[in-house]
């Protein structure tokens, strides 16, 4: 009877172990899987931001050669202001620049 009831708890301690462990496996993965979308999530952000800063500078270009007709249909009245925010932009340092 003792033997039975050792093996019966050996079991269930077993079990609470294989459970835990599993458990454990599965946060492991999660935390990876989350960190790696974190990371892409960064990384698609910075290659927006550089797309973004090189539209900008091809605007000021054009403004600044007096190649204003294609901003001013897209922008309309507010063509000279989304330049003037676009040479704020540029000007400011990329965050992925390193320090």
Same mark, same amino acid.
């Given at each position: 009877m003792k033997l039975l009831v050792a093996a019966a708890c050996l079991v269930i301690i077993a079990g609470g172990g294989w459970y835990g462990w599993s458990e454990w496996q599965a946060a492991q993965r999660a935390s990876e899987q989350a960190a790696k979308e974190a990371e892409y999530e960064r990384r698609q952000r910075s290659f927006?931001?550089?797309? =973004?800063? @090189? /539209?900008?500078? =091809?605007?000021? +270009? *054009?403004? *600044?050669?007096? @190649?204003? =007709?294609?901003?001013?249909?897209?922008?309309?009245?507010? +063509? /000279? @202001?989304?330049?003037? @925010?676009c040479r704020y932009l540029v000007a400011i340092p990329s965050s992925d620049s390193p320090s």
């Open positions: 927006d931001n550089e797309l =973004r800063r @090189n /539209e900008c500078s =091809r605007q000021i +270009a *054009d403004w *600044d050669k007096g @190649n204003r =007709r294609s901003l001013i249909q897209k922008y309309g009245d507010y +063509a /000279e @202001n989304i330049v003037n @925010n």
